[in-house]
């Protein structure tokens, strides 16, 4: 008698459990399809909702991203959209070429976050704009029209003295090249002896020859030869504290500098310098210079010198105050800023509340880009060059320190993941 009672009652809280969840997930499934339905109808109880568009995950949009459930909350609609589901912190790059970080390490889930906070995520590419129309034009064919856009797309190198296939050379930007790079050279590194040239002479080239060697290490078979063709003068724009110890650093480990000339042309199997010089090559890496997106001055917005978008201190085009930018990819018209993530990541609450602020019509921040930055290059090896003021250090508490910092900045933003 006793335990039919206990079965009854244990019957009749798993239906009512069962029936709960049932229902709950009715509600949720009907939440989500009229959400959706009217966040692409750009909707929300009839009207017509402001439509902010984001153009490129990047480091300059991390706490935007962060507070998009905010921004649909207020009942605004979001759009963000670029070419990978994944943004890659650049800062780590190296390192994850040279297996101190996996991919993984080193990315954060933009399509999830978008998504989860009930923002759209649109894997495109954005190639023109027309300011007039407020629209949006994307490389498969698609036009978006917005309220308020923002812009944080990034930078690339310049691939103009590639001549004829290029199979065998990788840009330093985006850093998914990278990656596919280290697969590649993993393999290579245990068949045969190659010679890898790096193509640039500032920091990015020290970094790639430093953890391409640190790769080539833990391969442990093969050891390759590795050149880089620095122009005229490695590391000219750095002073002389860091500059030395750079060098010597790389060359230490047989890295050979070449620093008689800039190079003309590139073919998958040689470098050719103005000077008539050819080396031949099995590898290359593109680590010149980067230079903002072609989007704005294609599309005939203000640019700066570089041809960035020009903003003024609210991160604001002038002209157009209802479009914004940060990162790489703009010109900040008070003060040219060095193409860092540093100030990529300094703009994001300036950005997170100015766009908010242009949505509901309040008043714009100031970006202040602050005091100078701390500079730590990962030269491979675990070894790490620190410049601070007045301090340059090199040695392993350098990159220990650049790690845990990186490493922190990783953890907060990816964080936001597993939270939602
Ligand atoms: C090898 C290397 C190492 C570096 N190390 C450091 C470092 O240690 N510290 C440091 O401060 N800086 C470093 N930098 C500089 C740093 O990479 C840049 O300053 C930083 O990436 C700028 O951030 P961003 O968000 O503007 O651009 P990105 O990081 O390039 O992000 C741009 C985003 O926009 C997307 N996108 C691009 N085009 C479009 C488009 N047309 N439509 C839509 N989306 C688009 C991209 O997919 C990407 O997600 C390094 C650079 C390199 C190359």
Redesign the pocket.
């Known amino acids: 008698m006793k335990k039919k009672f206990i079965w009854q009652v244990w019957v009749n809280l798993w239906t009512a459990f069962n029936l709960k969840v049932t229902r709950n997930l009715k509600v949720t499934r009907n939440i989500m399809i009229t959400n959706d339905l009217e966040a692409h109808m750009g909707k929300r109880g009839g009207k017509m909702r402001k439509h902010l568009v984001l ?6 949009h991390m706490m935007t991203l962060e507070n998009i459930g905010k921004f649909v909350e207020k009942g605004f609609k979001i759009t963000v ?4 589901f994944y ?1 890659y912190y ?2 780590m ?2 390192g994850m070429l040279g297996g101190t970080y996996t991919p993984k390490d080193i990315r954060f889930a933009t399509q999830d976050v978008v998504q989860k906070q009930g923002g759209i995520f649109v894997k495109d ?3 023109r704009i027309d300011p007039v129309k407020k629209q949006i034009y994307t490389k498969t064919g698609h036009t978006f029209s917005y309220d308020v856009v923002s812009f ?4 690339y190198v310049p691939m103009q003295a590639v001549r004829g296939k290029n199979d065998n050379i990788y840009s ?3 850093i998914e090249k990278l990656m596919e790079a280290a697969d590649k050279l993993k393999q290579l590194f245990s068949q045969k002896k190659i010679s890898i040239s790096i193509v640039g002479g500032g920091p ?1 080239a020290a ?2 020859a430093g953890n391409v060697w640190q790769l080539a290490k833990k391969v442990n078979q093969y050891m390759p030869d590795i050149h880089i063709f620095a122009g005229n003068k490695f590391m000219a724009r750095f002073p002389e504290s860091i500059r030395v110890r750079v060098l010597s650093s790389l060359c230490k480990r047989d890295i050979q500098i070449f620093e008689t000339g800039y190079v003309k042309n590139i073919k998958q199997d040689e470098i050719c310098l103005e000077t008539g010089e050819i080396f031949p090559t099995d590898f290359i890496f593109m680590a010149l210079g ?1 230079k903002p ?1 072609t ?1 704005f001055e294609e599309s005939g917005l203000p640019v700066g010198p570089d041809k960035g978008l020009l903003v003024n201190k609210y991160l604001q085009c002038e002209k157009y105050p209802e479009i914004f930018g ?4 703009i010109y900040f018209k008070d003060q040219p800023l060095d ?4 100030y ?1 990541v300094r703009q994001n609450p300036v950005l997170l509340h100015n766009l908010m602020a242009a949505l509901e019509g309040k008043n714009l921040e100031v970006f202040d880009p602050g005091p100078e930055y701390l500079l730590i290059f990962n030269i491979g090896g675990g070894v790490g060059v620190l410049k601070k003021k007045g301090l340059v250090f090199k040695g392993k508490i350098a990159f220990m320190i650049k790690n845990y910092i990186d490493q922190k900045f990783m953890k907060k933003f990816q964080a936001i993941e597993k939270v939602l």
């Open positions: 153009i490129g995950g990047g480091h300059a959209i670029g070419p990978s943004h650049s800062g790059g190296p590419r954005a190639i944080n797309a990034g930078s330093v930007k985006p990015s970094e790639v980067v997106s989007l940060g990162g790489d990819c193409k860092v993530g540093v990529a």
